[in-house]
């Protein structure tokens, strides 16, 4: 069982910067690969970016690729977005994901993929 949880969220004019941490509970938090995925008011949930497990690997949604970055600290068991240039189309709650993966570079895109997910964290970007 892993628990994790997300901080760093909050209120940012357009074109500022925001840097979210998923921080997982237990052991053996190098074996998962790890993603972050939001959720806008009235729509489905959406993938962002996701990154291996041996930290080698990432992939991002075309809609953050050049404005935001994964990256991980596997002995502080954190996964971070950073998120530059927001835009108020970037509004919306962020939520970290993982599953364990044998393969050392996967990383999913598929929600349905990702076992374990946290609660969510608010980013709001003004305008």
């Known amino acids: 069982q892993v628990q994790l949880v997300e901080s760093g969220g909050g209120l940012v004019q357009a074109g500022g910067s925001l840097r979210l941490s998923c921080t997982a509970s237990g052991r053996s938090f190098g074996t998962y690969a790890m993603g972050w995925f939001r959720q806008a008011p009235g729509k489905e949930r959406d993938f962002v970016c996701a990154i291996s497990r041996n930290n080698a690997f990432t992939t991002y949604a075309d809609s953050v690729q050049g404005r935001f970055t994964i990256s991980r600290d596997n002995a502080k068991n954190t996964v971070y977005l950073q998120m530059n240039s927001l835009k108020p189309e970037d509004t919306a709650v962020y939520h970290c994901?993982?599953?364990?993966?044998?393969?050392?570079?996967?990383?999913?895109?598929?929600?349905?993929?990702?076992?374990?997910w946290g609660q969510g964290t608010q980013v709001t970007v003004s305008s």
């Open positions: 994901a993982a599953v364990s993966r044998d393969h050392p570079y996967s990383a999913p895109r598929a929600e349905s993929e990702y076992k374990y």
